[in-house]
């Protein structure tokens, strides 16, 4: 009788095949070692691979048969986020780890990770020591959230051990498992910080590179931190924005009519600026009211939600 799950292991794959093996053999080697088998499982989901991952996975885990493996498939390529949320509604465990499947990190640092759990946090991320590719522009990233968000920890961009209510209370879109971190810390959950080690890819190549990936992330960081800001105080950045726009409008349009009556000097393009801050700012304003609107019917739904 296998006992209860207290960890799940949620592991996204997407044309990983040459690494299933290993990662299997990694995973079950670690946890009979430690005499966590009963304790823990491994969720895996076929992020819709186009090589034979999904029957690698198939393929291994018969060969484990003392190891809890659940799995998963996407029909076709939906994201990790997409893929950590599919596992989650799977797992059993209280506690969920994001772990690729790259085999980049290593099993034993997720034990560190899910013992400061226990210790009382409510998440806990990695802090990478080692070769990165793309490490100038993880600091960047990083230095970019801490920033914005204030946040108590030096990496979001690494494995990570949380509580699985996180995953059920936070909004989560495509590719917003970067900000995990930030959007679980803006609820209240308490952050904490490991260091884990970094290793090379064992086969294949990440999927992570390019101008465009970077151009995503800056994008996506910006609207998390207009999600958590803005959304929550509309008229606050808007009203604001709108109210200083009005103000030069008029103040404009009254240096322009200073200037025809007394210095019979007309200069029409004034007009035009009176025109279009006057108009900009009401614009805001009227954005800002109608923002008000839908955070309160956010807010209503949160609560029905938790209710």
Known sequence: MRGKTDVSLIIPAMNEEENIPLLFEHIHEFLLKENLL???????????????????????????????VKVRRHQKNLGVTAALETGSKVASGDILVFFPADLQFHIDDVKRLVDRIADGYDLV???????????????????????????????????????????ENIPLRK??????VPLAYYKGYSLAEVEVNLYPRAHGKSKFKGLK???????????????????????LFFGTIGGISTTLGILVGL???????????????????TMFLVISGLILFTVGLMGEMIAGLYDLIEKKCRD
């Open 38 to 68: 009963d304790r823990w499982e491994v969720v895996i989901v076929d992020d819709g691979s186009g090589d034979g991952t999904y029957s690698k996975i198939l393929e291994t885990m018969e060969k484990y048969p003392d190891l809890k």
């Open 125 to 167: 991320t990695g802090k990478k020591r080692g070769r990165y590719e793309k490490a100038f522009v993880s600091k960047v990233y990083n230095y970019l959230s801490k920033l914005l968000f204030r946040i108590p920890v030096s990496d979001m961009n690494s494995i990570k051990a949380f509580k699985k209510e996180i995953i």
């Open 175 to 180: 590719d917003w498992h970067r900000y995990i």
């Open 213 to 235: 990936r970077v151009i995503i992330g800056f994008f996506d960081l910006l609207a998390v931190k207009f999600q958590l800001s803005f959304m929550r105080k509309p008229m």
């Open 255 to 273: 240096f322009a009519v200073y200037m025809r009556v007394f210095r019979h000097h007309g200069y029409r393009p004034l007009i035009y600026l």
